[in-house]
């Protein structure tokens, strides 16, 4: 059950990257695009949770987890930030 739950979140997250992209490139608004980026590292979070969880469980990879999430998050305040300027 938890592979199938793993497996989604990253689709998703690859899903609404992909939606947030078409929209950027159709309305070229620049908080489209940093919402992109942010989920297609959310979705590289999810990746590595898949692999951390399910394919390598003898294998820490809490770092790159925690790394990507932040660096996923980071992205979307700094639009955000830019955005309000």
């Known amino acids: 059950m938890a592979l199938a739950i793993y497996a989604l979140c990253a689709l998703t997250s690859v899903a609404c990257a992909?939606?947030?992209?078409?929209?950027?490139?159709?309305?070229?608004?620049?908080?489209?695009?940093?919402?992109?980026?942010?989920?297609?590292?959310?979705?590289?979070?999810?990746?590595?949770?898949f692999v951390d969880k399910v394919v390598a469980p003898h294998a820490d990879y809490s770092l790159a987890r925690a790394l990507s999430g932040t660096v996923a998050v980071s992205l979307l305040l700094y639009g955000l930030i830019e955005e309000s300027r």
Not at 20 to 34: G, I, T
């Open 18 to 49: 992909a939606l947030l992209l078409r929209a950027w490139l159709r309305a070229r608004a620049s908080l489209l695009l940093w919402s992109t980026l942010c989920f297609a590292g959310l979705a590289v979070n999810n990746a590595i949770l």
